[in-house]
T-cell receptor, first 113, second 111 residues
Framework: EAGVTQFPSHSVIEKGQTVTLRCDPISGHDNLYWYRRVMGKEIKFLLHFVKESKQDESGMPNNRFLAERTGGTYSTLKVQPAELEDSGVYFC???????????FGPGTRLTVL | RKEVEQDPGPFNVPEGATVAFNCTYSNSASQSFFWYRQDCRKEPKLLMSVYSSGNEDGRFTAQLNRASQYISLLIRDSKLSDSATYLCVVIKGGNTGKLIFGQGTTLQVKP
C-alpha cells in the first residue's frame, strides 16, 4: 500500500511569489492533516480535513494560506504571497480514524528568499 | 509553558545501553499518546502508541501516567540504528485529531 506522498520535495521561491504544495493521503484515509516545522521549533499543526470539509483550521497562520481538498482525495496548500517567515518543512499526514496514529509524508521543504 | 515538554538531550549512549526518555503534557484532557521517531531531514514515523496499561514492542517500552501527565519511553539494548530524534506526541481529543508535538529528544548511540 502506498504511503502519503507530497509534491514537490523542495521549493525555492522569492518573497511575494505563490507556491502550491500537494499531498496525496493513504488511500481510504478520510482524515488529512497539514503540519509545519520551522527551523529550531517543534512541528506545529496547521489544519485538519475530514473528507473535503475543514474540521479544524485553528493552526493556519494567516489568510495568505489556503488549503483545499476538493473531492476528498488529495489536498493542496497554497501560500500567496509568500513571506520569509513561511520557510520551513510542510508535512502532510493522514489517518483512517480520528484519534488514531497519523502517517506522515516526506514533507516539502520550502525556502522563501 | 509548552503543551508537551521533552528534554532535548542529546543523549549519548554506548551500544547495548538502556536509555529512558520522559515527556510531560499540560492538558489533562489529552486522550491519545504516541512516540514518533524522526531521522535527520526525514518525516516523523510512528514508533508506538502509548496505552494507560503500558505497552511493549520488542526492545521498546512505553508508559503513561495520567495522574502525573507523564509519558516515558524505554529503549533496551540500544543499536546504532536507534540514533534519531524521538518525538512525544499528544492528541487533545474532541472533534480534532490535531497532534501536539514535543520538541524531541535526540539520541546518539555510539559503537
Amino acid at each position: 500500500e502506498a504511503g502519503v506522498t507530497q509534491f514537490p520535495s523542495h521549493s525555492v521561491i522569492e518573497k511575494g511569489q505563490t507556491v502550491t504544495l500537494r499531498c496525496d493521503p493513504i488511500s481510504g484515509h478520510d482524515n488529512l492533516y497539514w503540519y509545519r516545522r520551522v527551523m529550531g521549533k517543534e512541528i506545529k499543526f496547521l489544519l485538519h480535513f475530514v473528507k473535503e470539509s475543514k474540521q479544524d483550521e485553528s493552526g493556519m497562520p494567516n489568510n495568505r494560506f489556503l488549503a483545499e481538498r476538493t473531492g476528498g482525495t488529495y489536498s493542496t496548500l497554497k501560500v500567496q504571497p509568500a513571506e520569509l517567515e513561511d520557510s520551513g518543512v510542510y508535512f502532510c499526514a493522514s489517518s483512517q480514524d480520528l484519534g488514531r496514529a497519523q502517517y506522515f509524508g516526506p514533507g516539502t521543504r520550502l525556502t522563501v528568499l | 509553558r509548552k503543551e508537551v515538554e521533552q528534554d532535548p538531550g542529546p543523549f549519548n549512549v554506548p551500544e547495548g545501553a538502556t536509555v529512558a526518555f520522559n515527556c510531560t503534557y499540560s492538558n489533562s484532557a489529552s486522550q491519545s499518546f504516541f512516540w514518533y521517531r524522526q531521522d535527520c531531514r526525514k518525516e516523523p514515523k510512528l514508533l508506538m502508541s502509548v496505552y494507560s496499561s503500558g505497552n511493549e514492542d520488542g526492545r521498546f517500552t512505553a508508559q503513561l501516567n495520567r495522574a502525573s501527565q507523564y509519558i516515558s519511553l524505554l529503549i533496551r539494548d540500544s543499536k546504532l540504528s536507534d540514533s534519531a530524534t524521538y518525538l512525544c506526541v499528544v492528541i487533545k481529543g474532541g472533534n480534532t485529531g490535531k497532534l501536539i508535538f514535543g520538541q524531541g529528544t535526540t539520541l546518539q548511540v555510539k559503537p
